[in-house]
């Protein structure tokens, strides 16, 4: 059986992403790497509270078959762009580059729609300089999922989110084909497509947009 670590354990994605690791028979144990504690337990599981900052130090967490970086804040939430992008991009770096020193051979991360290293959107740019970053790590495997707005249960109330998502609500029934990748995506769904994913371990690289996400789910 496989074990899998995961860092960004308690936002929406992450938590789910535990979830599913936790039910599935595929792994005997899930490595949370954490910067609070959740209220969770079970066997398998293991909590690891840390200072991001010292990741290194705790470079034996990323011993495992797998990686899900669930990795994410908001420029407000940060409060600053530098602090965005120590969180959006430095920590998953460090994160995979722990795994990739410590042959992991799949890493599985959350980025955004949009996602572009050459955007003049400044959120977007470093989500694409993040991926670009795994994508130079040279993985057996990288698995990238660009979701759009998150539908779900969330520790902290987002403004703009929620406007987004009251927005494109009655919208999204009405996209169809590659529109559909606009449409909201429940992070519980976008965390089974995660997992889905590492159990079919397709080679190279391969990023997913909300329509292969939910055309993952039905495989």
Same mark, same amino acid.
């Given at each position: 059986?496989k074990k899998a670590t995961v860092i960004g354990a308690t936002g929406l994605v992450g938590k789910n992403v535990v979830y599913q690791l936790l039910k599935s028979n595929d792994y005997s144990k899930v490595v949370l790497i954490l910067r609070k504690e959740m209220v969770i337990s079970d066997p398998k599981l293991e909590q690891h509270v840390i200072n991001f900052d010292n990741m290194s130090e705790y470079a034996d967490l990323f011993? +495992?078959?797998?990686?899900?970086?669930?990795?994410?804040?908001?420029?407000?939430?940060?409060?600053?762009?530098?602090?965005?992008?120590? +969180?959006?991009?430095?920590?998953?770096?460090?994160?995979?580059?722990?795994?990739?020193?410590?042959? +992991?051979?799949?890493?599985?991360?959350?980025?955004?729609?949009?996602?572009?290293?050459?955007?003049?959107?400044?959120?977007?740019?470093?989500?694409?300089?993040?991926?670009?970053?795994?994508?130079?790590?040279?993985?057996?495997?990288?698995?990238?999922?660009?979701?759009?707005?998150?539908?779900?249960?969330?520790?902290?109330?987002?403004?703009?989110?929620?406007?987004?998502?009251?927005?494109?609500?009655?919208?999204?029934?009405?996209?169809?084909?590659?529109?559909?990748?606009?449409?909201?995506?429940?992070?519980?769904? +976008?965390?089974?497509?995660?997992?889905?994913?590492?159990?079919?371990?397709?080679?190279?690289?391969?990023?997913?947009?909300?329509?292969?996400?939910?055309?993952?789910?039905?495989?």
């Amino acid at each position: 059986m496989k074990k899998a670590t995961v860092i960004g354990a308690t936002g929406l994605v992450g938590k789910n992403v535990v979830y599913q690791l936790l039910k599935s028979n595929d792994y005997s144990k899930v490595v949370l790497i954490l910067r609070k504690e959740m209220v969770i337990s079970d066997p398998k599981l293991e909590q690891h509270v840390i200072n991001f900052d010292n990741m290194s130090e705790y470079a034996d967490l990323f011993k +495992v078959d797998e990686v899900f970086c669930c990795l994410g804040s908001t420029i407000k939430k940060a409060e600053t762009k530098e602090a965005f992008e120590k +969180v959006d991009r430095y920590y998953c770096f460090m994160a995979a580059s722990l795994a990739r020193a410590n042959g +992991v051979t799949h890493f599985l991360m959350v980025s955004a729609l949009g996602a572009n290293k050459y955007s003049n959107i400044f959120y977007n740019r470093i989500k694409g300089e993040a991926e670009d970053d795994i994508d130079k790590l040279g993985f057996l495997c990288t698995s990238i999922f660009r979701p759009s707005l998150l539908t779900g249960p969330r520790s902290e109330f987002r403004f703009s989110e929620w406007w987004g998502i009251m927005i494109m609500k009655p919208i999204s029934v009405f996209l169809k084909a590659k529109l559909q990748k606009y449409a909201l995506i429940s992070g519980e769904n +976008v965390a089974k497509a995660m997992v889905k994913s590492a159990s079919l371990y397709r080679g190279g690289k391969h990023i997913y947009e909300g329509d292969k996400i939910i055309s993952l789910l039905n495989v």
